[in-house]
């Protein structure tokens, strides 16, 4: 099967217990309108892409160049934001945020 679209890049990597986990994740998170949320290793934005279908806007953050350059192809939008850098060492305006939420990202940083 060959898959198209923006879901391409999520689908070519399929791995089920991800999915369930992050999944699960974004309904504790409980996304709503209006709302910010900061995506601390963000990737290459599916995750963003689905909470955005909320109604919140998303900012993420990643360090990773090529999965940046596919989240801003694939997933940019009016509620959409992704910025290369590294989330230890970025300067965001306090409470520029409502939430934040980090996928599977403590174990790559140096200050877990």
């Given amino acids: 099967m060959r898959f198209t679209g923006r879901l391409l890049p999520f689908l070519s990597r399929l791995n089920f217990r991800r999915i369930e986990e992050c999944s699960t994740i974004i ?11 900061l995506d601390i290793g963000s990737g290459d934005g599916s995750y963003d892409w689905r909470i ?3 109604g919140a806007t998303v900012v993420g953050v990643d360090t990773h160049e090529k999965r940046m350059a596919t989240a801003r192809r694939c997933y940019s939008g ?7 850098a590294d989330a230890e060492t970025i300067r965001l305006p306090d409470a ?15 200050r877990d």
């Fill in 96 to 110: 520029s945020f409502d939430k934040a939420v980090s996928l599977c990202v403590i174990e790559h940083l140096d």
């Fill in 27 to 37: 309904k504790w998170l409980d996304p709503g309108p209006g709302e910010r949320i």
């Fill in 52 to 54: 955005a279908r909320s």
């Fill in 78 to 84: 009016d509620r959409t934001q992704f910025l290369l």
